[in-house]
């Protein structure tokens, strides 16, 4: 009861947008519950043409490569080790788990026999793409379930997790570099089956290396937006000269997607480009406004250093990718005369749980060490047992786990 | 590869010939008694065409197309039947990610209900559009022709077959395929040069000979390629993928965390040297 109570005087507390943001995850929730009552058929406008609607071309297809900001960021700061970068890893953690645990909400509620999940875990067939994505899914949440546990640990003072934590903190890294390349790849291997169904502005043989360079580039515009954000209203310190480094490595990133893209275009594709006037527009609005001006805007230093631009042009960049994934999983399959328009409860869910996504990191921002966390008093070298570094530096490691 | 060629050739086959279907649907009817499907309530001129039901679904697993076309300014009918085409290295069975759908060695391509959890990626990999799901319940399934696989396993023939009073001849694919050529040689006039079935998707456990361009009648334009190689290609690339960016990381990482440490080191090494000196002084 007074548990309770603290609770709600806890909420009752909050600002007005977190009120709002509950309230659609609890139209979100309420929708969810409406689906399983009801069934997909009643719920969704989904049919026998559009098997496949806004919850796995939004909840999954799109939102897989937004949460990519952990993996990227993770293998950028520790493999490269860019050591400076480090104060962003936490929050791109906390997002990229967010993120994959409501993946995995939608990818549930777009089951038809969501009581049945398990049997990927038993019958396996290795040459189906959605096996493999479901798998790394599963491992992918797992890793970020571990990394997350740090600042949890941190917050409730465990000390001996901490320092198993530290020690699988590279393999982890490593970890979840190698299984996202593989699960953000393999979203566009989906599509490599739809040979006579994809439009070939979209469908080519490097559709998973494109996924895969794709994903990089909005993982780190995610993270650029997300801090300018947490700056502006969550009051955190200004990371812009952080932000400014991600800004650099960007440009190169598009640089080589759109090599590779040109590339698959003009020498790989096959069939017609201008046969669909409706298409060619998507395509240009997507790579026009969604690649290349980002692109030119990052390569200016004006952009870069600036924090309103760089915001807007990694915006940008998201909204290409967004426009990308719905292009190649449902405005880019080839259907004669119908059209899918998402129902209220696909709308409903969906919002609901962007607005999860939203919630859940302010929520975790608030009550546990994501952005207080200062690395630079934090030992982060590997407990190095050959060379004994460790019994030397003895006082210096204790110190990492107490931060 | 090709060994299972030789398997896919002996195994059961339709041939189906447009030219001698007279549209009378008898092979719809019978699909639709064997396997106890409902019966749709339909509405003339719903669909592209005379045809009803509308399109195949969960309730209609074989159907007759109707066609209007013009043949030397007189107007003809055309009739396609519409039907899983059972491939040899069917798509539905490749991208299933637990596996429900089979290619068996009789032939048909059969799905298993209690494996499937629904994911209708099957259905969004068929060339052909074949796989239905059941909108009409809470917890649906996936639905398509079996090619009356619980009738050939006791020695009969598929139920339309059984049914057709003219135009499906069923037996092992390789004879199909050679009776197909001879009605072609035979009667140059009345076939067009095609099978359709023999190649498609890399090759079909149903093919068909008609007298009109294929497009025309709502065949589909399909790849040759059998479909799983296009995502095997990719797929197969995974467990390279996984060690090498796991293994260059992994080295990388180590590399410059002991640049570090060798840096810290020497820095300490410096430090107490510094101190010692010092000391001494
Ligand atoms: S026609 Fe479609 S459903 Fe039938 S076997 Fe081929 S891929 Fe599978
Ligand atoms: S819907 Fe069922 S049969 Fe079709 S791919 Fe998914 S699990 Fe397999
Ligand atoms: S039963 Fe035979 S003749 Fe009658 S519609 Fe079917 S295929 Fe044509």
Redesign the pocket.
Known sequence: MTAARLIINEIKGYHRFLKFLMVLVGLGALASLVRFIFGLGVTTNLNDTYPWGLWISFDVVTAVPLAAGAFTLGAITHCFHIKKLEPLVRPAIVTGFLGYSLVSVGLLLDL?QPQRCWHTMVFWNPHSP?FEVSMCIMAYTTVLFLEFLSPVCERFGYHLPLRVLRTLEMPLVVAAAAISTLHQSSLGTFFLIAVDKLHSLWYNPLLPLLFWISAIFSGLSIIILEATMTHKWLGQEDESELLETLARIIPWVIGVYILVKAYALFFLSQGPFFDRPGMVALFAVETIAGVFVPFFMFMRKKVRTDNRLRAIAAGLLIFGLVLNRFNVSMYGMIHDGQVYIPSLVETLVTVGIIAAEILFFVLIAKYFPIFEHHPETVDYSIPDHFRKIEKEHGEHGKVGSEA | MNSDLKEFNSAAAFLIDMTKCTGCRGCQVACKQWNQLKGEKTRFFNGEGYQNPPSMSEYTFTRIKFRDYQKNGQNEFAFYKEMCMHCNEPA?AS????G??KKTKEGPVV?DAK?????????VACPFGV?KYEWSKAFP??RKCTGCYSRIREGLKPACATACPSAITYGPRAEMLKEAERRIAARPERYLKKIYGKEEAGGTSVIYLTALPFDELGFKQVTKRSLPSYTWQALRLVPGIFLTVGGSLSLLSWFTHRKERLKKEEEQRQASSHKAKEENQ
Do not use: D, N, S
Request: proline residues 9%; hydrophobic residues 45%.
């Open positions: 038809g959605m | 539905c991208v299933c990610p637990v429900a759908f799905y494996r499937c959890i629904g994911c209708r990626f099957c259905m796989p399934l996936v």
